[in-house]
Structure formats: structure tokens, C-alpha cells
């Protein structure tokens, strides 16, 4: 090195590193850790462990980062109140929390749920798991974040890894399909979602979204152009994430295509971290340019409701139908969105809760009735199942109906509290737009029920006969009955008794 090259790295300013405080960011670091360590366990030994070790050591990280959060709850809720780590990009306040319980909890149903799909169809090694892991902890950090690069980066976290395990089932070509389609498309709105960042940082001079507030709050911008474009792409990469009509395109083949428990796992980590960022950026950042969101919002919900529950009448295929669901399902979160109140975001992050434990459930029955091959997905073959399977047809008719919003169940109260809440604001025609969309949902919803309790072996054509017998010989392995037990137990009690879960939710928007 030239005594030159020396002076003029000792005229440049130090860099400046923040302080870390891993506290506030274990529960994703709990994740990261477990995904490095199933790799490496998998790389230490000739003969490849158990899945089962794979599936346990994947649940215990899931409670491990409930623990954690837990801890992070109570340190905010009753030492602390809510703060900021790593100069302002990480928050640690209620909402981050609730966000890193849902996503765990997701987690662990989901993994002991597909402990039964992969041993069926052959599935070895560590990668599965360990993309799980690995999603799971990006979502956490949309959550958690206080700035839009920790936003993206826990977008890309988690949307990298959800495009693998779309196309892990190397033996069906739907598969690989599905993962393309994500990929291209996803590629497409992180671009997207990318280029509104860099037009808030030229509108604000900051990345950060409390200094964003900050400086809205003091400033008075005589064109605010700039700053409204790039809010409005932020909002289109995040619609993308969370399956917003006219952004849902992917959607349908990619939830078809995907190995069934990751469609489960899609459906509910995917649209809560993607609401929870989206969350962030509009009532942190955005919150006084909130009657220049709210229109975009508005316009989404209602295409989003009707576009779902329509598109969703007229499917024969039961993966594809629960797709359409989950699209009409954003439509209801976006009415909370929408509503801008404190009530709003309450009944959002209740809605997310609820919907995590029904919609992961309901694919895990799914991923049964699939069968070797997980083909089975057309309406027929689940004709005359409460005949042959009576347990296992009566989960998927409690978790269609909570989805169809029906009394004494976790899904009445979610509808119930996101449509109060668009009245409360005065948005009388987002409201009655809602109720119209469940009408329309309960509709395909009752007609699986239906299909499930309409037929029996008595009366059943030689087809159906065929397809009873496929039933018959179908298995429920331990681990999936553990998580239907548990989704199923969550759905009915809360659904009797709602204000824990109800309580929970409140608190973290207080301590948002």
C-alpha cells in the first residue's frame, strides 16, 4: 500500500455500525439458526436423518420463537412500552409481536402437518424444513420493520424461499410450473416494489418510515407527485404478496401446482407478512397522506371481495376454489386496511390470526384426500367422505364454515369486526360490498359440505364407488391429526370464547 493510498483512507470518516441488539430481532434469528443448523446436521452424517428429527427440531424452533416473543411481550408491555433497535429499522412494539406469534404458530402447524405428506411422497432431506425456517423469519422482519430497506429484505427472504418449495415436487410437472409462475411474477412486483422505494427516498430524503412521518408531518410539499407515485407502487408489490385483485394472476396455478401443505403455508405467512408491511408503510409512514391511500385501498378491497368470491363459484378443482378463497379473504383484511382506525388494524390482525389456523387446516385435509401423488383435487373425489372418513370430513366442513363466517366460530367475529369497522369509518358501501362477498362465498363453500355429506356407499355409482374406496384407504398420520386437533380446538373455542385472542390483537395496536 503507497504512502498516498494510506493518507487517504485515514482522511475518510469511520463507518459507523449500530449498536445490535439481538433481543429484539431473536425470534427471527431463532428461525435463521434452526435453518443453518438442520443443513448442517444433514451434512455431517452418511445416512440422511429422519424426517421425523427434521419435522420435531423444526416445531421446537417454532416454540421457541413463540417463547421469545412472548418475553419480548411482556419486557414492552409492562418493563419497557415499545422502542426502537438498530437506529430506528427494527421496531420492537405489540404489533411486531402478534406478527412473530402468527407466523410461528403458522410454522408449527404446518410442519407438523406435512410430516405425513412427506414420508407418502418420498421427500428426504433438510431443504424443506429449512426453507420454511427461513420464510418464516422473513416475514417476521416485515413485520418488525422500521425501514423500507428492512422491509424489502424481509420480503425477499420470504419470497425466495416460498418460490423453492413451490416447485419441490420434483415428480409433478404442475410443480416446477408453479414455481415459474411465482418467480417471474414475484420478480416482477419486488422490481416494482423496489422502484416506489426509491421514489419515496427522493420525495422524503429518507428510508426511514418514522422519519418519513416526521418530515410529512413538518413539511408542506407544493407537488406531492413524486411521493404519491411511489406510495402507490409500494402499494402494488405489496398487493402482489397478499393476492389482491387485479394482482392475483399467480395465484390460482401457483396454489394448485404447489405441494399442498406449502399451499397452506403460502396462504397464511405470505399475506401476514405482506399485510403487516403493508400495515407499516400506511399508517406509519403514510398515515398523513391517508386520503390519498384510502381510494387505492378502496378500489382493491372491493375488486378483491367480488373478484374471489365470483371466480371462486365456478371451480371444480378444491385447491384452486380455496385459492380464489384466500384472494377473497385479502379483500376482507383490506377493509380494515381501509378503514384507517384504530378499530381498522385491530380487526386486520384479528382476521389474519383467525384465518391462519382455518385456511392451514383446511389444506392439511386436503393434503389427505390428495392422496399418493397429491392429485386428487377434483370436487368428485371428495364425494360421500363423511361415509368413509367421518372425522376427517367433519374438520374440512368446521373449517369451510368458519371460513363461510358461520356462528360460534372463529370466522363469524373476523367478518363481523372488519365490516363494523368500515361502518364505524363511514364506508357504508365497503360494508354492504363485504356482506354481498360472504353471501357469494358461503355458496362454494356449503357445496363441498355438501359433496362431503351427499353421497354414500349404498347409492353410489361404480365411479363413485371407485372413489370410495380411494377414500377408504386414505390415512391420517399422527403429526396432521395433532395439527387439525389444534386448528380445530383454536376455531371452535376462540370462536366461543374470542376475547383472548381478541384482547391480544387490541393490545398491539395500542402498542403499535
Known sequence: M?????????????????????????????????????LLLSAMFKRQPNTGVYTAL??????????????????????????????????????????????????????LSSDGYLRREGVQGPEYHALMLLST?????????????????????????????????????????????YFILGAFSSAVFVYGIALTYGATGSLNLAQIANYLSKNVLISNGLLLVGLALLVVGFAFKIAAVPFHMWTPDVYEGSP??????????????????????????????????????WVLAILTLLGGAILALVQTNVKRMLAYSSINHAGFVLVGVEAATRQGVDAALYYLFTYTFVVIGSFAVVSVVGGKGDKAHNLEEYKGLSATQPLLAAMLALFLLA????????????????????????????????????????????????????????TSTAGSMGVLRAQAALKVPATMAI?????????????????????FAHKATLLF
Open 137 to 181: 423469519s422473513g416475514a417476521m422482519l416485515m413485520g418488525a420493520a422500521g425501514d423500507l430497506i428492512v422491509i424489502f429484505l424481509g420480503l425477499e427472504i420470504m419470497s425466495i424461499a416460498l418460490y423453492v418449495l413451490a416447485g419441490m415436487d420434483s415428480k409433478r410437472r404442475e410443480s416446477g410450473e408453479a414455481a415459474i409462475k
Open 403 to 458: 371460513q363461510a363466517g358461520i356462528p360460534f366460530t372463529t370466522g363469524f367475529l373476523a367478518k363481523f369486526t372488519v365490516i363494523a369497522a368500515a361502518a364505524d369509518s363511514h364506508s357504508y358501501a365497503l360494508a354492504i360490498i363485504a356482506m354481498l362477498s360472504a353471501a357469494i362465498a358461503a355458496f362454494f363453500y356449503l357445496r363441498v359440505v355438501f359433496y362431503m355429506y351427499s353421497s354414500s356407499p349404498e
Open 2 to 38: 503507497t504512502l498516498h493510498s494510506t493518507g487517504l483512507l485515514a482522511t475518510l470518516a469511520p463507518v459507523h455500525i449500530p449498536p445490535l441488539a439481538y433481543s429484539a430481532v431473536l425470534p427471527p434469528v431463532i428461525m435463521i439458526g434452526m435453518a443453518l443448523f438442520l
Open 483 to 503: 395439527a387439525l386437533g389444534l386448528a380445530a380446538a383454536f376455531t371452535l373455542f376462540f370462536g366461543i370464547v374470542p376475547a383472548p385472542v381478541i384482547d
Open 58 to 111: 423444526t416445531a421446537a424452533a417454532s416454540l421457541g420463537a413463540i417463547a421469545a416473543s412472548l418475553v419480548l411481550w411482556h419486557y414492552i408491555s409492562v418493563r419497557h412500552g415499545p422502542y426502537t433497535a438498530m437506529e430506528g429499522a427494527i421496531s420492537v412494539d405489540g404489533f411486531s409481536v402478534l406478527v412473530m406469534v402468527l407466523v410461528s404458530c403458522a410454522l408449527f402447524l404446518t410442519a
Open 260 to 297: 399442498t401443505p406449502v399451499t397452506g403455508f403460502m396462504a397464511s405467512v405470505a399475506k401476514a407478512g405482506g399485510f403487516a408491511a403493508l400495515l407499516r408503510v400506511l399508517l406509519t409512514a403514510g398515515d398523513v397522506l391517508r386520503l390519498d391511500w384510502q381510494p387505492m385501498i
